[in-house]
């Protein structure tokens, strides 16, 4: 069975700085995909970003990107020029077994981003 | 504007009942599930269904049951065999391909009276 790790329960930073959110993950797939969702005190998952396992190339949304390193088994999350709106939960999530979509999340981390 | 419904909000159940949770999308999608969220932990998946009149169970699955009669409505009972059902419970859907994001509803926080 796949299991996604995120190793800091909480987090916080000042205003308009870059933060990195770590995620590891395991599975005996060679092709998955991976997501970062956000989980704002609304409660509403939100995704942030998506990555295919198959594609080398980080992908990238405004100020979100992932650092992926396929090897590793690592999948990070960065946040660039952080904004109060980004307080949240965010969840590192993975799915592997192509027809089921059944998607593995990881403990979630709080980051709180101060003014 | 296309979205996943979820009600009610908040729901209270008394000891040995069963309650419903309901959850509607008008995206057009074919696959639904449900997910337990509890605090510290991530979402485990309670049941999901990929095409009309079948579903099947996820990681924790006993004390729950669904149908799936249409593509539009995916209802989740909690049984009274759940022992400890106080949880917050969301539902998602997706077009049903690996690589397609599950988008979510608002959920239900559950708990008991």
């Known amino acids: 069975a796949q299991t996604v790790t995120q190793s800091q329960p909480e987090m916080s930073v000042q205003e308009a700085e870059t933060v990195t959110l770590s995620c590891t993950y395991d599975?005996?797939?060679?092709?998955?995909?991976l997501f970062w969702y956000k989980q704002p005190p609304s409660r509403q998952m939100i995704l942030v970003i998506r990555q295919e396992a198959y594609k080398q190339q980080n992908a990238t949304e405004n100020r979100f990107s992932v650092n992926f390193q396929k090897a590793a088994k690592s999948f990070s999350l960065k946040i660039s020029d952080s904004q109060l709106g980004d307080t949240a939960m965010y969840f590192c999530?993975?799915?592997?077994?192509?027809?089921?979509?059944?998607?593995?999340f990881g403990t979630g981390t709080r980051l709180t981003i101060i003014p | 504007d296309g979205g996943i419904t979820q009600s009610p909000k908040y729901l209270f159940r008394k000891e040995g009942q069963n309650v419903t949770l309901s959850c509607e999308q008008n995206l057009n999608h074919d696959a639904m599930y449900w997910y337990r969220q509890d605090p510290g932990q991530g979402l485990r998946l309670i049941y999901y269904?990929?095409?009309?009149?079948?579903?099947q169970k996820g990681d924790i699955a006993e004390g729950y049951s669904v149908s799936r009669e249409k593509k539009e409505s995916f209802p989740l009972t909690v049984t009274s065999a759940q022992k400890n059902p106080t949880a917050f419970y969301l539902c998602?859907?997706?077009?049903?391909?690996?690589?397609?994001?599950?988008?979510f509803g608002d959920g239900t926080r559950l708990s008991i009276l």
């Open positions: 999530a993975s799915v592997e077994n192509f027809g089921n979509e059944k998607l593995t």
């Open positions: 599975t005996s797939e060679n092709n998955y995909y």
């Open positions: 998602a859907s997706s077009y049903g391909q690996s690589f397609q994001p599950q988008h």
């Open positions: 269904s990929q095409i009309v009149n079948d579903f």
